[in-house]
Structures are given as C-alpha cells and as structure tokens.
C-alpha cells in the first residue's frame, strides 16, 4: 500500500512543529497576560484560564508527548506487524494530530497578544479536517489494539472489522466535513453555538453507531452472544 506520509517525516516534521510551538510560546512570552484564556464556549466567549507558563507551553508539551507515544505503540502492539500494512496513514495522522495541536497553540497565542481572531470557526474547520482525515485511516486500518473501532467484536473477527471500519471511515469523514462547514455558517449567520451544536452531535452518532454496528455485524454473521472481550 502506498505510504501517504513517512515515518521519517513525520518524526522530523512533527519535531520540527513542536519546537516552532514553543519557539512561539517564548517569544511571545514577555507580551503574553499572567493570566492567559484558554478555552472558549461554542460562542466564541472565553470561559478558562490558566497561568500563562501552561497557556503559552503546555499543547506543544502534549504534542511532543504524543508524537512519542505514537511513534512507541505500533512496537508494543501485539498486533503491530498489521499496522505496517497502513503505517502511511498512520503517520499521516499523528503528523496531522501534532499539526492541528500546534495551530490551536497559534490561535490561543494569538488571542491573548490581542489579536482578533475568529475562534470558532477556525478550530471548527481545522477539527473537521482532521475528522475527515480520521475518516480516510479508518477506510484503511488492519486490526490492532491502538487504532480504530476496538470492540470485542471487531478485534474477534477480521470481517467484522473491514466492515465496521469501512462505515467509520464514511461517517467520520461526514462529520468532519459537516463540521467544518457548520464552523463557516455559524461564523457567517452569527449562530456559532447552535451550529456548533448541532454537529457535535452528528461527532457523537459518528462516534457511536460503528460500535453497536460491530455487534450487530458479529452477530449476524454467526458470533456467539459471549463474545471474547
């Protein structure tokens, strides 16, 4: 199967990310408020805080933390030899991952240096784009312990999981798509909070329906009730 990102690439880029995140962080340190916001409501109003030491460090410190524990899991996975067979994607995904991390880094940055940043929509289409992305690894995921729609029942049969992660990668990619473009009308009819909303909830169904679906598909095709968890 034909790698869409390197693991090299991802290692270097994502590295490369990280440290332009907390180059950021430190140059705009001695502008930034002691008290910095950090999180805001669907309506685009902050709603948190935190010190400016956690506000201006702490989503490139998660980032590079995730990028090596990415990086570790398909060497401890028990199951690892099959997520060579999508390793690409994979890599895509956590550079994705590391990206959309550093970028909501930028936007929270720019907030609090007193820039006038239209929060909503740009983390609603930066999410759903990621989403969409989720939706294409789940088209091509092999069974692992790590990465997809883990059930007993997809993780007990091979065709189950094709075909659970087959209407994941739909309904993901969906959603991401739907959200990214309620992020824009939202902005747009000055409705941030319903449309956002709204499609959470459509993030929820996209997240749920594949789990009872792995059941049902175990089911029908012959599994037994008590299925090995």
Do not use: K
């Amino acid at each position: 199967m034909r790698a869409t990102v390197s693991t090299r690439t991802t290692r270097y880029v994502g590295g490369g990310l990280v440290l332009l995140g907390v180059l950021a962080g430190v140059l705009a340190w001695p502008e930034l408020p002691a008290t910095m916001d950090v999180h805001w409501n669907a309506s685009g109003e902050a709603d948190g805080t935190a010190p400016r030491a956690v506000g201006a460090l702490l989503l490139p410190a998660v980032a590079a933390i995730l990028l090596g524990v990415f990086d570790q899991l398909p060497r401890i996975d028990p199951l690892g030899e099959n997520v060579a067979d999508f390793r690409g994607y994979y890599d895509g995904f956590v550079l994705l991952l590391v990206a959309f991390l550093i970028g909501v880094h930028g936007v929270v940055l720019a907030a609090n240096l007193g820039f006038d940043v239209p929060l909503s929509p740009v983390v609603l289409v930066a999410t759903g784009g990621f989403l969409a992305y989720v939706g294409l690894l789940m088209r091509h995921a092999e069974p692992n312990w790590f990465v997809g729609v883990r059930t007993p029942w997809t993780l007990s049969s091979e065709e189950v999981w094709r075909r659970t992660h087959a209407l994941a990668g739909w309904l993901f990619a969906l959603a991401g798509v739907a959200l990214a473009v309620a992020g824009v009308l939202g902005w747009l009819l000055d409705a941030e909070g319903a449309m956002t909303t709204a499609v959470l909830g459509i993030v929820l169904v996209a997240s749920f329906v594949p789990v009872g679906y792995s059941y049902y598909l175990y089911r029908s095709l012959g599994g037994p009730e008590d299925a090995p968890a």
